[in-house]
Every structure is written in C-alpha cells, then in structure tokens.
C-alpha cells in the first residue's frame, strides 16, 4: 500500500463530480472524496437510473431508518442522502460536489412534485466545471426551468419578444448537452476502469434533458394562453404560427436525443420516451388517439398490487415496483396531459376525467413525503 502522501486524486481516479487535487495530505480527506462519489451515484441512479439493485421503496409511514443487530443500516430516506451529500461537501471544502448535490436536490424535489422548494435552491457554479459541457446544459436547463416554473409574474408571457428569447436560451442548453454527448462519444472523462462514471454521466445527461423538454412543454402552455389571447390581432398571428412551428421543430430535436440516450444507452428511459413522444404529438396537433397511445406507453410499468389506490392499471404482478423516481414522475405528468388535453370524446364517462386527476393526486401525495422515500 502507498503512503498516504503520494496519493492523489488523478494518479488513482480522476473524476468531474469531485474536487482534483494534485496532492492529498490527509487520509480522511482521501477517503472522504470517494464517500462523496459514492453518494452521487446512489442518490442520481436512484432517481434516474437505477442498476444492480440500486432501487427505492415507499414506506407505509414515517419512520425512522432501520438498523440491524450488527449496526448495519438496511434503508435510508434517500432525502438523508442528499443531506450528507451536502454536509460532507462543505465539512471538506468540495464547491464541485457540493454543487452535483445541489443539481440531484434540485432534481430530487422536482420529481417528487415540490417544486417551490426546487426553486428556492441557490448554488454557485464552480470554476473547475466551466469547460465541462454536461456541467454547463445542467446549469443552463435548472435556470430555465425555474423561470418558467415561477408563477407569481404571468404578464411577462404577454411579448412575443420574451417567449422568442427564452427559446433562444433553451437551445443554447440543448446545444451544449448535444455537445457533451459528442464528447463522450469520442472519449471517456474520467477513467476508463471506473465503470460508475459512465452511468453517472448518463443519468445526469437525461436529468438535463428532462428538464430542457419539460420547460419546453411549459412554454407551450404560455403560447397556447398568449395564442387565445392574440385571437383578433391578424398582424400578429403570423409571428406566432412561425414561433409556433419553430418551437415543434425544437422539440423534435431534442426528442430525437432522447430516443438515441433511451435506445443505444439508457433502457430505463423509455418511460420518459413515450410521455414526450405523446407530448410531442399533442403540440403538433396530431390525432388524440396516436397522442394517448404513447401516453398509454408510458403508463404500462404500472402495477396493480394489493395496496395500490390507482384507479386505473395495467397488468403487472404485485412485487413489481417503479424503477425510478423518473419513472413515478412520468406516470403522473402522463396522466395529467391526458386529464387536462384530451378531448370529451376520449372519455366514456365524465367522471374518467376527474378519474384521472385523482390518480394523479394520489401519486403525488404518496412519493411527496421526503422521509417515506428509501433506498435500500
């Protein structure tokens, strides 16, 4: 075994997600590091990715963790994670894993449908990340999307001028995330015996994209209102069906790098897939029935166990379970486009509708308690 002098972080395993020193004089500090690697793996593939047997289960009530005879801890709330994620980044000086547990708490309160708490979250974009192109998409996308999430100034969406703008910025994100898959597609970052790195750059590529595509969908929603509101201004109906159609070709492109993450690298993304390839069709004004056909695609993991309140379900046995926080999340937005955009006609009944809204409050309420979700 070296002496603890001569090691350092490049010699053994460099890394983006922790803070590269040349020369490490301190054994915890070593050994701290990784900790801190170790924890953005577990939290961001729970969330996102999970493998090997990285997966999250729901309590019945909230309790406290779990510890074996041998003071072994067998489950965990993955928000307590977070927490020491958080903590041990700044006991040790680390701005660049400090900043990565930033992004996955963000990510984190946003699945778990809290998005003011989301909003709220203030980090310091670290030096040593500023040519790192995934770090940059991440930052550009998390900015966008609170600003698009924040509703206390609607009339901002009032000027066309803004909603041309705010696209401009949403393809300067998309354009760096295209970019750092280019990059990894041409070499590895990191080192190439360190099989985590990979996966961990993949589950943060497709938080990126996620919440690039979702504030597109949230934009549309603002067109949609401006567009009503236009209805009688001829001279203007031109610049919105030009931002219109430019913002349906925007989403293709950035669907189309989802399809190539969720086919070539990232199974566990097809979830995400259909919900936006419904999405996708929505805005284009397609046919209702192809639009929930994907939808219906991204609600067919469900399962209907002896516990399960949902109100509609597709086949599956009882011991299957969401594999991700992703997953939860697409199945309640899928059923709340559903809800809200398909036409009387879809539904049989009047009361299928408010079906479906209630499905999604009761997915919502169950994952939105922080302490009831562990990891094991």
Not at 13 to 41: D, G, H, N, Q, W
Not at 325 to 334: G, K, Q, W
Request: charged share 20%; net charge positive; aromatic share 10%.
């Amino acid at each position: 075994m070296k002496p603890y002098l001569q090691w350092s972080y490049a010699f053994d395993k460099p890394s983006i997600f922790i803070e590269t020193k040349s020369i490490v004089t301190s054994m915890m500090a070593f050994i701290a590091a990784k900790y801190r690697k170790y924890l953005i793996k577990k939290c961001i593939l729970t969330m996102m990715n999970p493998r090997n047997g990285v997966n999250i289960k729901l309590l019945e009530s909230e309790v406290a963790p779990s510890v074996t005879k041998t003071g072994k801890m067998e489950q965990i709330p993955l928000i307590d994670l977070i927490d020491e994620l958080t903590k041990n980044s700044e006991q040790f000086g680390d701005e660049t894993s400090l900043w990565w547990s930033q992004v996955i708490r963000i990510g984190f309160y946003w699945l778990t449908g809290n998005g003011r708490k989301a909003i709220e979250i203030k980090g310091r974009f670290p030096s040593s990340l500023r040519n790192n192109l995934l770090a940059l998409s991440l930052m550009f996308a998390s900015c966008l999307k609170k600003y698009v999430s924040v509703e206390k100034h609607p009339r901002r969406w009032n000027s066309i001028k803004q909603f041309v703008h705010f696209l401009q910025l949403l393809d300067r994100a998309s354009y760096e995330l295209r970019k750092s898959f280019e990059a990894n597609s041409n070499s590895i970052n990191g080192d190439p015996c360190d099989d985590c790195h990979v996966q961990l750059v993949e589950a943060f590529q497709l938080l990126a994209l996620d919440w690039i595509l979702s504030s597109r969908v949230r934009l549309w929603q603002h067109f949609q209102t401006l567009s009503n509101q236009q209805e009688q201004h001829n001279n203007k109906q031109s610049q919105l069906s030009t931002i219109r159609n430019y913002s349906i070709s925007a989403f293709g492109q950035d669907l189309k790098v989802l399809r190539y993450l969720s086919q070539s690298m990232m199974s566990s993304a097809r979830t995400k897939l259909y919900y936006y390839e419904g999405v996708y069709r929505l805005i284009s004004g397609a046919n209702p029935f192809e639009t929930q056909l994907q939808f219906g695609r991204a609600l067919r993991k469900r399962h209907c166990g002896h516990r399960s309140q949902k109100l509609i379900c597709s086949p599956g046995s009882q011991d299957e379970s969401p594999s991700s926080l992703s997953d939860i999340d697409d199945y309640a937005r899928s059923l709340q486009m559903s809800a809200t955009y398909m036409p009387d006609q879809y539904f049989i009944s009047t009361g299928e509708r408010r079906g479906l809204i209630q499905e999604v409050n009761s997915i919502r309420n169950q994952y939105g308690s922080f302490k009831r979700l562990i990891v094991s």
